[in-house]
């Protein structure tokens, strides 16, 4: 498991990491990719979400500039790879009184 934090830029969903990241390797090899995210309490009360799909490897250099301008640049001087994550499957679950609310959405 190696944490990423995607971002949404140019209507499309964005995760970077280092090249030498295990999960970039990951990535290249098998592009299937699943993204859960972390709770915010013990009790729930943000929710979850947890999507599913295929990533590729994204470098329109035009494009790239307008995505990591939304984020304020890449932060870092060093290279980083940006993938590109398409939505098959996103599954959310909200908890009201103790009871669980599921959503499904497919591509």
Do not use: C
Not at 6 to 19: E, S, T
Request: charged share 25%.
């Amino acid at each position: 498991m190696h944490p990423v934090t995607p971002w949404v830029a140019v209507g499309r969903l964005f995760v970077r990491m280092y090249p030498t990241s295990p999960k970039a390797g990951d990535l290249q090899r098998d592009p299937r990719y699943a993204l859960h995210s972390m709770m915010d309490n013990d009790d729930g009360e943000g929710g979850e979400v947890a999507v599913r799909g295929t990533a590729t490897t994204f470098t329109d250099p035009r494009l790239l500039t307008e995505a990591f301008d939304v984020i304020g640049g890449t932060g870092t001087d060093e290279p980083l790879i940006v993938f590109e994550l398409d939505i098959d499957e996103v599954n959310t679950t909200t908890y009201e009184k103790g009871e669980s609310i599921r959503g499904r959405w497919r591509a």
